[in-house]
Structures are given as structure tokens and as C-alpha cells.
């Protein structure tokens, strides 16, 4: 029998790619992922994952594994919503910061779905100010979202550094303006770009403004400009830039409405074991 905690882990490393993220993602240490998966190839017969220091793959035991590992955790689900009585249903609306709509959001989707096939999403993905303006007129019961430093509205999920980042084949030419590629107002991240910049004594010029992430990443690879991002969401096709002021960092938090209950009590439990870190 293969251990569902050890295949918790395999399966968020199979995911990510990264051993990393996998143990962000399961709210563990990074020792903890490894040693399951050690444990998953020694029970298993040998290497699940072919390992440098730069990527993580599955081998064809890792491909072999991925079914076998699904299977025993969606059994272990199942088995505790059978016996914890009648299965959760109802409706949530949740808010997702744009950061997150190519990144970490299918992933949280999709292990919802799997831990609460009954329960239906109300999905919202938009600027963090706009979406906590949202909840607070009761039109959304969930958000997770970004916030200044500092600031202490919903609760922190972590901080981490933000990184100026455009095409790799962008040229920033001393002496003259900044090119930024920004969101419109209230972006939190264009607030802090602009106020860095500013700080620094660095002229800036509005190069191109977009309302969605999707326009962001064709205009920075485009090379019209620079923006700024939460490392660890970087988009694959765009790179870190040298040579502008350091941004500082961006916190993450989950903001939820008061006296919550049945799915959204449920679900906002679920988001904190998912992203928490």
C-alpha cells in the first residue's frame, strides 16, 4: 500500500517541478518533501525524479507513478467525506488577485474541485484593492490577494521580494525615462514601482497600461518596458532586469467576510493548507 502522505508530497513535486514550491504548497519544510519522496522511490524501486540544480523531472517510473499516487489520494478523500456524513455544497465567490489567474489559481482550482466536488466557484479574478473594495460591499466571501507591507487588512500568507522584470532583451538607456508597463489604478504593485523609482530620483514614463495580466506579459516581452512582479510568480517568458533600485517586498493575504460558514467557512480553510508558506 502506498502511503498518502508520501504521495501528497510526489504529486505536488510532479506538479511544481520544483521541490520548493511543493513544500510552499503543502504548508511543509522542504526536507519533508524530500524525504517522502525518497520513501515513495525506495518503496517504489527506484528514481521517480530526475534531479540538477536547475530542473526537476519525472522519469518514466515517476510517469508510471502519477496514476497509481492520484489514485490513492482521491480514495483517501473520498473515504473522509463518506465518513464525515453528508458531503459540503453550496456556493462561494471568490476573488483572486490577477497574479495569480496563469500561475498558482488552476492548481487551487483544481484540488477544490477535487476535495469538494459539490461545492460551486464564483470566480472573480481582479486587482487586489478592487476585489477587498468587493468583499467589503458583500458581493465576494473570499479574496486572496496582495497588500503593502505593513498594511493589516485580511491575513498574511507570506512576503516575498518583488523583481523589476521585462524581455530579456530589454535595454534600459541611462539618462533617460523609465519605461513602464503597468496596470491602471488602484494597482498595489504599480503604486510601489512608481514610488521606487521616485525615491531613487529616476524619471519614469507610462509606456503602456493594461487592465489584465495577459496584456502585462505581451507588452514587457514586446520590450515597450519594465514592470514589477512577485519573484516567485514570474511568468516563464519573462526575465529579471539589473540595474534599477531595489522595489523592497509585496505581501499575500487571504481576506475573508465576518461570521462565515458552511462552504465558504470550508473553503477558506482549504486555500490557507493550500498556499500558506
Avoid: N
Amino acid at each position: 500500500m502506498l502511503d498518502p502522505r508520501l504521495c501528497r508530497s510526489f504529486l505536488a513535486v510532479a506538479e511544481t517541478r520544483s521541490f520548493t514550491a511543493a513544500a510552499r504548497r503543502l504548508g511543509v519544510g522542504q526536507p519533508t518533501v524530500s524525504q517522502h519522496v525518497r520513501r515513495l522511490e525506495r518503496d517504489s524501486g527506484g528514481l521517480l525524479f530526475a534531479r540538477d540544480t536547475h530542473t526537476v523531472e519525472l522519469t518514466a517510473r515517476g510517469q508510471a507513478m502519477l496514476g497509481f499516487a492520484q489514485t490513492v489520494v482521491d480514495t483517501e478523500e473520498r473515504a473522509e467525506r463518506h465518513f464525515r456524513g453528508a458531503e459540503l455544497r453550496g456556493r462561494v465567490r471568490f476573488g483572486v488577485s490577477e497574479d495569480f489567474a496563469l500561475g498558482e489559481l488552476p492548481q487551487i482550482l483544481h484540488r477544490l474541485r477535487r476535495s469538494h466536488p459539490l461545492v460551486d466557484v464564483e470566480l472573480t479574478v481582479e486587482l487586489s484593492d478592487v476585489l477587498a473594495q468587493r468583499l467589503r460591499a458583500g458581493q465576494l466571501d473570499l479574496v486572496l490577494g496582495k497588500r503593502r507591507p505593513g498594511a493589516h487588512h485580511g491575513r498574511l500568507l507570506w512576503r516575498e521580494p518583488l523583481v523589476w522584470i521585462g524581455s530579456a532583451a530589454t535595454v534600459l538607456e541611462p539618462g533617460r525615462p523609465v519605461p513602464l508597463v503597468q496596470y491602471p489604478m488602484p494597482s498595489i504593485t504599480r503604486q510601489l514601482a512608481v514610488e521606487c523609482l521616485e525615491r531613487a530620483g529616476l524619471e519614469w514614463r507610462a509606456a503602456c497600461q493594461t487592465s489584465s495580466l495577459t496584456g502585462l506579459r505581451a507588452a514587457a516581452a514586446a520590450g515597450l518596458g519594465v514592470t514589477l512582479h512577485a519573484r516567485s510568480l514570474v511568468p516563464g517568458d519573462l526575465v529579471e532586469l539589473d540595474g534599477l533600485p531595489e522595489p523592497g517586498d509585496i505581501e499575500f493575504m487571504l481576506l475573508a467576510r465576518e461570521s462565515m460558514e458552511g462552504p465558504a467557512a470550508a473553503l477558506e480553510e482549504f486555500v490557507l493548507d493550500s498556499v500558506r508558506r
